[in-house]
């Protein structure tokens, strides 16, 4: 087995909040080709019928205000520009016309165009430069967060494309409840940010077994103390509250929070790992964001196989019903081990949030059913050494690097 | 080894006045559909219509987080727990028979003056 594959014990997951690929990663094509990321030819007509490029001007905070619309029919209009024909084809311009609905504001529409140069956000940037960078890896819903998140905890959304209340449909478990209950046992955390924050999980996971749950401040105790659990799932701090140590700024980076937040976040889950040099050589850990939250991406989401549910037209708001044989838009994912080669760009294979459980699941427990169909089917980030796709393991140095970055 | 500065927010970032976004909204919801299976001592009682700002809503998130984890100890130990969260009201009732006692002490004051006119 590959080295790296073979010292891995642990795998976290941070999911970060509303923000596409090409706004926080697209500037890095002029540094390298390779990533997929913003050209001349990103653009989008305004409701004036002008052409209005992609351009770098993204602010911290404060420009994306109102909240871009990211529910199923505004991503239907950003994808498909309206077009609601049988057969039609995802084009990518519809970004600037949705925004313009919201506020009927031609030039503050145009916002919705900007993107970050890799000096405005030197931690995602350097990670993704340093380690592996998914050329394509989709929200699993054209949708908003909670639908998409359960992705990333059960392979499914049990049919949902929305924000309501989702139930969970035995025979489908959570990943953490299948490696607890894995003979040999395994052990899963979720650490939300503190209990001001808490977790998007509630109805069916914090309610019902909140041992599963950690705090961030635990995790950071965790990783010190090498008590950390084979998977973990990271949520950032999704509101500005006041708690004992202070004022606590929302790090989620969703609009119109403050991005440079999250940037400490980001750098503080990464961190916390890497100065435990025991943990560091163990563990990989995946930065991804939940959905684009309405923000301009140039790459056409790709079909898929169906997930066995549909969402009816009363449902998705369109009209029309869905299968689920479409992933949502383009979002940020890095993978980071020091057993990555760096500037890997992760090129050719489709992901979604269903690898998340995909791949724990095949890393520790093998081969495993029930899944939902597009769990069964999704791409994994991590090959087992034994699998026959092992040329796509990414772990594949052959001596741990030494010359990470560290952040400050 | 390269070390990367991480810059600093804005000092004026902190905003727990900005409006409840749709994500706090929907997580508040789910909050409250778990909040109907607490037992009655541990529901917040708070009208979730009127949250309107992030720090309201971080308020509100707490309580039933708490209460949840709250929830799921065993009942000797949550009936410990009770007895012992119950002081607060005990101090309260101290205190108001503290403030009752400055109270008098007042009226009493107010009195003196006038029992020395007489």
Redesign the interface.
């Known amino acids: 087995m590959p080295p790296g594959l073979d010292n891995l014990k642990h795998i976290v997951v941070l999911m970060m909040e509303n923000r596409s690929f090409d706004h926080m990663l697209g500037a890095l094509k002029a540094q390298n080709p390779r990533i997929d990321g913003i050209t001349d030819q990103s653009t989008n007509p305004d409701t004036t019928g002008a052409q209005i490029k992609a351009q770098p001007l993204a602010e911290f905070q404060g420009q994306l205000d109102p909240d871009p619309d990211h529910h199923f029919p505004a991503v239907d209009l950003q994808i498909f520009n309206g077009d609601t024909t049988a057969g039609r084809a995802p084009t990518m311009q519809g970004f600037i016309k949705s925004y313009f609905n919201q506020q009927r504001n031609v030039t503050h529409s145009q916002k919705i165009m900007y993107y970050f140069t890799p000096d405005k956000l030197p931690v995602l940037s350097t990670l993704a430069t340093e380690f592996a960078v998914f050329n394509r890896w989709f929200a699993s819903i054209p949708g908003p967060t909670i639908c998409n998140r359960a992705f990333a905890h059960y392979g499914t959304s049990f049919g949902r494309v929305d924000m309501n209340l989702l139930y969970v449909n035995e025979p489908f478990k959570s990943i953490y409840n299948r490696l607890i209950s894995a003979n040999p046992k395994h052990t899963a955390k979720l650490y939300y940010y503190d209990q001001t924050s808490s977790t998007m999980e509630i109805t069916n996971l914090l309610q019902n077994q909140p041992e599963l749950f950690g705090t961030f401040q635990q995790f950071l105790d965790d990783c010190d103390k090498g008590d950390l659990p084979d998977y973990s799932f990271v949520e950032p701090n999704y509101s500005d509250h006041d708690s004992d140590v202070g004022e606590e700024l929302a790090s989620d980076q969703h609009p119109d929070h403050n991005i440079q937040a999250g940037e400490q976040f980001v750098a503080s889950v990464y961190n916390a790992i890497k100065q435990n040099a025991d943990l560091w050589k163990s563990t990989a850990l995946l930065v991804v964001y939940d959905e684009h939250g309405g923000i301009y991406d140039h790459v056409p989401p790709p079909p898929c196989p169906p997930d066995g549910f549909t969402a009816s037209p009363n449902d998705t708001g369109t009209g029309m019903e869905f299968k689920f044989d479409r992933l949502g838009v383009r979002v940020p994912a890095i993978l980071i081990s020091p057993w990555i080669p760096k500037g890997t760009v992760v090129d050719g294979r489709i992901f979604e949030h269903a690898s998340i459980p995909a791949t724990i699941t095949k890393f520790f427990l093998g081969d495993y059913s029930p899944r939902s169909p597009r769990e069964a089917s999704a791409e994994i980030f991590l090959e087992p050494a034994a699998q026959p796709n092992a040329a796509n393991n990414l772990l594949s140095l052959a001596s741990m690097r030494t010359d990470c970055p560290d952040f400050a | ?10 000092k004026n ?4 006045d ?1 409006p409840v ?4 909204k ?2 508040i ?3 409250q ?2 909040e109907k ?1 607490l037992p009655l001592d541990l529901r917040s009682n708070l009208y979730i219509n009127a949250i309107k700002t ?2 309201e ?3 509100y ?2 309580q ?3 209460a ?2 709250e929830a ?1 100890i065993d009942p000797v130990r949550r009936r410990a727990k009770h007895r012992r969260k119950a002081r607060p009201s005990i101090q309260i009732a101290a205190a108001a028979d503290e403030r009752s006692v400055r109270q008098t002490k007042k009226k009493v004051a107010r009195k003196q003056p006038a029992q020395k006119k007489a």
């Open positions: 080894m390269t070390v990367i500065r991480v810059p600093v927010p804005a970032s902190f905003n727990p900005r976004s749709g994500l706090l929907a997580q919801l789910h909050l559909d778990a299976r992030e720090g809503a971080a308020d998130i707490r039933v987080t708490e949840i984890h799921h």
